[in-house]
T-cell receptor
Framework: KAGVTQTPRYLIKTRGQQVTLSCSPISGHRSVSWYQQTPGQGLQFLFEYFSETQRNKGNFPGRFSGRQFSNSRSEMNVSTLELGDSALYLC???????????FGPGTRLTVT | GQQVMQIPQYQHVQEGEDFTTYCNSS?????IQWYKQRPGGHPVFLIQ?????EVKKQKRLTFQFGEAKKNSSLHITATQTTDVGTYFC???????????FGPGTRLSVLP
């Protein structure tokens, strides 16, 4: 099976802009989670989707949002970008009951 | 959710030496997962522990889950340069709805 794919791999944006990141999970995986990884804060959970429903959300401002489509592909959106949003954004898909996280390569977002 | 702590934050070892990282929680864990992230890469699942006192081995890696299910450890015997990376433990919350990752232990192996 193909692994988790994320697009784009690298992105440079300016403060105030918005960005949309895309994730295609492993075929058959209905759970998709998003994480933000920074040197200072480590791996922080953003949100998890299962069958198009957001089941849980991490402690991030409302500028961070996401959605999942019927084919399980997911997008996350960050509006009004801030310098502190510069990070590696990782998407992971999984299956119950173990929910072993299969991570994609990530999108490196730089906000200038 | 409750945080999981990991120690040490960094570890430098000579190739061939052993290495251990510890994961601790103030509350009882239903399970614990371990991941490895190579430099420039993404986290890769290593193992899940569920039972109290469970011990699992993968070649030179030994994983343990504490009797009280509040701590876990990963031990690498005779490290190799391929073991370089950051090792994370993670607790699963809300029946798979979110993971809480520890801060990780970064391992450097000197040849």
């Amino acid at each position: 099976k193909a692994g988790v794919t994320q697009t784009p791999r690298y992105l440079i944006k300016t403060r105030g802009q918005q960005v949309t990141l895309s994730c295609s999970p492993i075929s058959g995986h209905r759970s998709v989670s998003w994480y933000q990884q920074t040197p200072g804060q480590g791996l922080q959970f953003l949100f998890e989707y299962f069958s198009e429903t957001q089941r849980n959300k991490g402690n991030f401002p409302g500028r961070f949002s996401g959605r999942q489509f019927s084919n399980s592909r997911s997008e996350m959106n960050v509006s009004t970008l801030e310098l502190g949003d510069s990070a590696l954004y990782l998407c992971a898909s999984s299956l119950p009951p173990v929910y072993e996280q299969y991570f994609g390569p990530g999108t490196r977002l730089t906000v200038t | 959710g409750q945080q999981v702590m990991q120690i040490p934050q960094y570890q430098h070892v000579q190739e061939g030496e052993d290495f251990t990282t510890y994961c601790n929680s103030s509350t009882t864990l239903s399970n614990i997962q371990w991941y490895k992230q190579r430099p420039g890469g993404h986290p890769v699942f290593l193992i899940q522990l569920v039972k109290s006192g469970e011990v699992k081995k993968q070649k030179r890696l030994t994983f343990q889950f504490g009797e009280a299910k509040k701590n876990s450890s990963l031990h690498i015997t005779a490290t190799q340069t391929t073991d370089v990376g950051t090792y994370f433990c993670a607790r699963l919350e809300n029946y798979g709805q979110n993971f809480v990752f520890g801060p990780g232990t970064r391992l450097s192996v000197l040849p």
